[in-house]
């Protein structure tokens, strides 16, 4: 059974940087592309930033030039560093991948999800 485990998040103020790590485990024969998703109160889950497996990005305009997302295969772990951050930044922030669990096959994953709130 493959699981996706998010980790970093918390209560940071305003200007403040956080760094989330989502690390995949179980059966896995690859990873295609990784992606960070983020869900406030009261609003639609929305797709923050996207990695693929040859490491082409993608980000929501929203977090252009404070967010990076990045990849250590060797370690089934994508990271979304996250600077400058804003109160409009605060919701459940969430891993989703695609992964190879046997030949030719891909399924998609979704972590539980850690909460991260901007505020003074």
């Known amino acids: 059974q493959v699981q996706l485990v998010e980790s970093g998040g918390g209560l940071v103020q305003p200007g403040g940087s956080l760094r989330l790590s989502c690390v995949a485990s179980g059966r896995i024969f690859g990873i295609n592309a990784m992606n960070w998703y983020r869900q406030a109160p009261g609003k639609q889950r929305e797709l923050v930033a996207t990695i693929t497996g040859i490491g082409s990005t993608k980000y929501a305009e929203s977090v252009k030039g404070r967010f990076t997302i990045s990849r250590d295969d060797a370690k089934n772990t994508m990271f979304l560093q996250m600077n400058n951050l804003k109160p409009e930044d605060t919701a459940v922030y969430y891993c989703?991948?695609?992964?190879?669990?046997?030949?030719?096959?891909?399924?998609?994953?979704w972590g539980q999800g850690t909460q991260v709130t901007v505020s003074s």
């Open positions: 989703n991948a695609d992964i190879k669990v046997a030949p030719g096959r891909y399924s998609n994953y």
